[in-house]
Structures are given as structure tokens and as C-alpha cells.
T-cell receptor, first 112, second 111 residues
Framework: SQTIHQWPATLVQPVGSPLSLECTVEGTSNPNLYWYRQAAGRGLQLLFYSVGIGQISSEVPQNLSASRPQDRQFILSSKKLLLSDSGFYLC???????????FGPGTRLTVT | GQQVMQIPQYQHVQEGEDFTTYCNSSTTLSNIQWYKQRPGGHPVFLIQLVKSGEVKKQKRLTFQFGEAKKNSSLHITATQTTDVGTYFCAPRSANDYKLSFGAGTTVTVRA
């Protein structure tokens, strides 16, 4: 069966510090991968998605970037965090032949 | 992405009662998915609707896609405390890769 891992679960970072969040998927090949951000009590905002290694589509221009160095690895990064980057970051995957997305447990980021 | 509006934003329900949450679009949708997010958790896929007028049931949950494919609804009967959470509708985009999530309906249940 497929599983999706995200770490860390929680993170507190000062403004201006770098960020690296990692997401890995097990049990499937060539998944579509997604990064979402959810502000407290709000909906999900799609940040990036990837349909293959090295292929990244950005949905919202900001100080975040994403990379997919391996088929089942998706990384979200920032060189300098802003207060507005605080939120719940969710990684998700889907296989091309099905419709649903499966979400990881998420990382709660607080920028202080 | 395709924009949808979910109403109500909050729903406070007495245990045992029924309620409905709605997802409305100004444009025709190719299909729509529903997700549930428990407090502190991550979204979990519930269902996908594709056909005009489609109705699907999952135990006490009934999902419907409008005839014009511009709206969808989720009806829960005999609400239980396990129904607490936020329910999101999410239309798929034309390029098939992306979902656009509505703002969600957050449900609380009074025992």
C-alpha cells in the first residue's frame, strides 16, 4: 500500500531563516505531487505541483520554491522566511489513473 | 483554477439532526471531489462526482452533483460527533492536474 511521509511535524523558525520541508511517497511510481498551505481556519492554497522529476509548476509567486530531485521526493524550500509563511503545509500525491489526492500528515510552521 | 463558494462557512448541528452543505460555481464544472478534514488532521478524500445529476451515498452521507454541473451538495443525516470537521469541495481543473479547494464548511456537533 502507498504511504506518504512529511517531516518535521512541527517547526518554529525565526523570520529570515531558511526552510526545507521534505515529503516522500512509498509504494507508487511516478506520482503527481503537490504542496499546499493552509492558514489557520482557512482553506487549502495550492503552492506547487509536479508531474515528474525536475518538473515544477508554481501556482503562487512568493518566496517559496519546490524541487523534485527523485521520483517520490518533493521538497519545499525558502531562503528567507516571512511571518506570512506561517501555516500548515501539506504534501499530497495522486496517481494519474485515479482522481483522488492523498495527503500527508502535514507540517505546522510558525515563523516568529 | 475554478472557483467555488461553499455555504455555510460554519454549521452548528444538534446531534441526531440532518444538515446540508453546498458548493456553488459560476461556471460549469467537469467534476468535483469532496474531502473531510478532522480538527488537527489532514484532508481525506470522500468522493468524486462526474455526471450531471449524479447522486452517491456513503452510509449517512449523500453527495449530489447538480444537473447543470454548477453546484454540488453534501447532506448528512442523523449527525454524530464523528462528523465533526471541515468539509471541502474541490473541482478538478481542465488540465486534470490541479484541484481548487473551496473555503470549506466547518461542522461542530452539540451532544
Amino acid at each position: 500500500s502507498q504511504t506518504i511521509h512529511q517531516w518535521p511535524a512541527t517547526l518554529v523558525q525565526p523570520v529570515g531563516s531558511p526552510l526545507s520541508l521534505e515529503c516522500t511517497v512509498e509504494g507508487t511510481s511516478n506520482p503527481n505531487l503537490y504542496w499546499y498551505r493552509q492558514a489557520a481556519g482557512r482553506g487549502l492554497q495550492l503552492l506547487f505541483y509536479s508531474v515528474g522529476i525536475g518538473q515544477i509548476s508554481s501556482e503562487v509567486p512568493q518566496n517559496l520554491s519546490a524541487s523534485r530531485p527523485q521520483d517520490r521526493q518533493f521538497i519545499l524550500s525558502s531562503k528567507k522566511l516571512l511571518l506570512s509563511d506561517s501555516g500548515f503545509y501539506l504534501c499530497a500525491w495522486r496517481i494519474v489513473t485515479t482522481a483522488e489526492q492523498y495527503f500527508g500528515p502535514g507540517t505546522r510552521l510558525t515563523v516568529t | 483554477g475554478q472557483q467555488v463558494m461553499q455555504i455555510p462557512q460554519y454549521q452548528h448541528v444538534q446531534e441526531g439532526e440532518d444538515f446540508t452543505t453546498y458548493c456553488n460555481s459560476s461556471t460549469t464544472l467537469s467534476n468535483i471531489q469532496w474531502y473531510k478534514q478532522r480538527p488537527g488532521g489532514h484532508p481525506v478524500f470522500l468522493i468524486q462526482l462526474v455526471k450531471s445529476g449524479e447522486v452517491k451515498k456513503q452510509k449517512r452521507l449523500t453527495f449530489q452533483f447538480g444537473e447543470a454541473k454548477k453546484n454540488s451538495s453534501l447532506h448528512i443525516t442523523a449527525t454524530q460527533t464523528t462528523d465533526v470537521g471541515t468539509y471541502f469541495c474541490a473541482p478538478r481543473s481542465a488540465n486534470d492536474y490541479k484541484l481548487s479547494f473551496g473555503a470549506g464548511t466547518t461542522v461542530t456537533v452539540r451532544a
